[in-house]
């Protein structure tokens, strides 16, 4: 089943976040999101130390930027899971006592999330690389780009919430937005 699931988050979400209230779809949440971020660690943020990237903002502390670029690349999936641990903490905290369908768990929220913010990335993983590639690694080219992926995750954990949990529409919205800007800061902004 896991395996037709991805293709179905991709065609019809919506279908997907009602079967989602059956299913326990954890472990697989998990993996995709270690996948996203260990795949950008090794491709992405490979190529960007290769290539010299520029960054968006100045490396803190005097640290070399070629040194903070390699330790990227060892440190952002774990940090990646942590990352997306906190955002799903966050909503969870938040959007708990709005739930009306059913009760919103930790565990559910991780899925939900785990799953909204992984199909739309796909796309990025090789579009990443080849504009590193081709020296349009920079901030004026790659940040329109993945806000706009950002901006389809939050639309997708919006729906979810609303779809999975019953938290409505206007509350949803609000706590997919949380969980963009969450994702901003400590994914866009700490790591450049």
Do not use: N
């Not at 976040?17 to 299913?23: A, M, S, V």
């Amino acid at each position: 089943m896991s395996r037709y699931l991805l293709l179905f988050f991709l065609l019809q979400p919506a279908g997907l976040f009602t079967r989602l209230r059956g299913f326990d779809l954890l472990r697989l949440a998990v993996l995709l999101q270690f996948f996203r971020w260990q795949s950008t660690a090794m491709t992405t943020m490979v190529s960007m130390y290769q290539e010299r990237s520029p960054m968006l903002l100045p490396v803190p502390f005097g640290i070399d930027p070629d040194l903070y670029r390699l330790f990227e690349i060892f440190l952002y999936g774990p940090y990646g899971l942590l990352i997306m641990t906190g955002i799903v903490y966050l909503v969870w905290v938040r959007g708990e006592p709005f739930a009306a369908i059913r009760p919103m768990t930790f565990r559910k929220t991780w899925e939900l999330i785990g799953l909204c913010f992984f199909a739309p990335w796909l796309p990025c993983l090789p579009l990443d690389v080849l504009l590193v590639k081709m020296g349009w690694g920079g901030p004026e080219v790659i940040i329109p780009w993945h806000l706009t992926v950002l901006a389809v995750e939050v639309f997708l954990t919006a729906l979810g919430l609303h779809a999975v949990f019953g938290i409505p529409w206007p509350r949803a919205l609000w706590l997919g937005c949380v969980a963009g800007a969450a994702f901003l800061v400590f994914a866009g902004v700490l790591i450049r």
